[in-house]
């Protein structure tokens, strides 16, 4: 199918415009860019325009339509699965707040702690994002062959996300914060890593950070680039949202748990018998079918205490 014959369709079927398509299909917004660019839109997008059209003569036979089935059952789980996302982001905006509630004091989002002191979340993830660059083999005078290491990427990207959401709830209130995110999560994370692309779209991040900072961009249009492109960033890097949410939960607990054992004083131990203690939460994540805070949290201190 064309994609002018796309838009008409979509149109004759009752969407008012494309990205009432895309909330609706599960596709994404790149994907639809890219259709354009090459004015085809794949089979299957074309065959559910025809199933809500009702129009069966153009219908494969039998024997293909079997495999039309298997090629459409990944669309099918990732819509069943968006339709937790919302729960999901509530759930992390609600951590995030009661995270900076503990650690930063109540009126944190008027931008000073407890202790008086500036809290600037846009520098938060501009450091975030060197760290993430760090982990792969981005110098061209130091280990050039050397692998990405893609688990420590994604929990970058996970600290990310913290400074992000607390940027946001800073700007703007939890319903709204759903709202907003809501849409950019429903995307397949890719499965062959472009590291060179990864560390340009993850550099972007820092580009809209600064741009806000300097006062080059507006506050509330900064927030829906920096959503956008951390998205982007999450499914270039192969990033699904469903763990990027199991992530998050273990780093929120994990922060909580530093906090209770005096990360801010200065005496919590970060290396656990020779293993970083992000290594050791995503070691147990990975055990958990169902992440809940507080079992996450009894299986950090059980074993903090072993390295004592």
Same mark, same amino acid.
């Given at each position: 199918?064309?994609?002018?014959?796309?838009?008409? *369709?979509?149109?004759?079927?009752?969407?008012?415009?494309?990205?009432?398509? &895309?909330?609706? *299909?599960?596709?994404? *917004?790149?994907?639809?860019?890219?259709?354009? $660019?090459?004015?085809?839109?794949?089979?299957? =997008?074309? !065959?559910?325009?025809?199933?809500?059209?009702?129009?069966?003569?153009?219908?494969?036979?039998?024997?293909?339509?079997?495999?039309?089935?298997?090629?459409?059952?990944?669309?099918?789980?990732?819509?069943?699965?968006?339709?937790?996302?919302?729960?999901?982001?509530?759930?992390?905006?609600?951590?995030?707040?009661?995270?900076?509630?503990?650690?930063?004091?109540?009126? #944190?989002?008027?931008?000073?702690?407890?202790?008086? /002191? $500036?809290?600037? #979340?846009?520098? +938060?993830?501009?450091?975030?994002?060197?760290?993430?660059?760090? *982990?792969?083999? #981005?110098?061209? #005078?130091?280990?050039?062959? @050397?692998?990405?290491?893609?688990?420590?990427?994604?929990?970058?990207l996970v600290d990310i996300w913290h400074f992000l959401m607390s940027y946001i709830l800073q700007e703007t209130n939890v319903p709204k914060a759903v709202s907003l995110s809501n849409?950019?999560?429903?995307?397949?994370?890719?499965?062959?890593?472009?590291? /060179?692309?990864?560390?340009?779209?993850?550099?972007? !991040?820092?580009? &809209?950070?600064?741009?806000?900072?300097?006062?080059?961009?507006?506050?509330?249009?900064?927030?829906?680039?920096?959503?956008?492109?951390?998205?982007? +960033? +999450?499914?270039?890097?192969?990033?699904?949202?469903?763990?990027?949410?199991?992530?998050?939960?273990?780093?929120?607990?994990?922060?909580q748990f530093r906090q209770d054992n005096g990360y801010k004083e200065g005496h919590y131990i970060k290396v656990w018998n020779g293993n970083e203690d992000n =290594?050791?939460?995503?070691?147990? !994540?990975?055990?958990?079918?169902? =992440? @809940?805070?507080?079992?996450?949290?009894?299986?950090?201190?059980?074993?903090?205490?072993?390295? /004592?």
């Amino acid at each position: 199918m064309l994609y002018k014959d796309f838009k008409e *369709s979509i149109k004759a079927l009752g969407f008012l415009t494309i990205e009432d398509f &895309i909330q609706y *299909s599960g596709v994404t *917004s790149d994907d639809v860019i890219n259709w354009e $660019e090459k004015n085809e839109v794949p089979y299957m =997008v074309s !065959l559910l325009l025809h199933l809500l059209k009702g129009e069966k003569e153009l219908l494969p036979t039998n024997w293909a339509l079997d495999t039309v089935i298997e090629e459409c059952l990944p669309l099918a789980s990732l819509l069943e699965e968006a339709s937790s996302f919302p729960h999901k982001l509530e759930e992390m905006f609600l951590l995030q707040k009661k995270l900076n509630d503990s650690t930063n004091g109540k009126n #944190w989002e008027l931008g000073l702690n407890k202790f008086g /002191k $500036e809290i600037n #979340w846009l520098r +938060c993830i501009h450091m975030e994002v060197a760290e993430l660059i760090e *982990s792969t083999p #981005w110098k061209h #005078w130091k280990n050039i062959n @050397s692998a990405p290491d893609m688990n420590n990427i994604h929990v970058e990207l996970v600290d990310i996300w913290h400074f992000l959401m607390s940027y946001i709830l800073q700007e703007t209130n939890v319903p709204k914060a759903v709202s907003l995110s809501n849409t950019h999560c429903i995307y397949e994370a890719s499965e062959d890593v472009d590291v /060179k692309l990864m560390v340009k779209e993850a550099e972007k !991040l820092s580009y &809209i950070a600064l741009a806000i900072d300097t006062g080059n961009m507006p506050s509330f249009s900064g927030i829906e680039r920096f959503i956008d492109q951390f998205f982007r +960033c +999450c499914k270039i890097s192969g990033l699904s949202f469903t763990w990027l949410q199991k992530l998050y939960i273990g780093k929120n607990c994990l922060n909580q748990f530093r906090q209770d054992n005096g990360y801010k004083e200065g005496h919590y131990i970060k290396v656990w018998n020779g293993n970083e203690d992000n =290594v050791v939460m995503v070691s147990l !994540l990975e055990k958990m079918d169902d =992440v @809940s805070f507080d079992d996450l949290y009894s299986k950090l201190k059980e074993e903090y205490s072993k390295c /004592k």
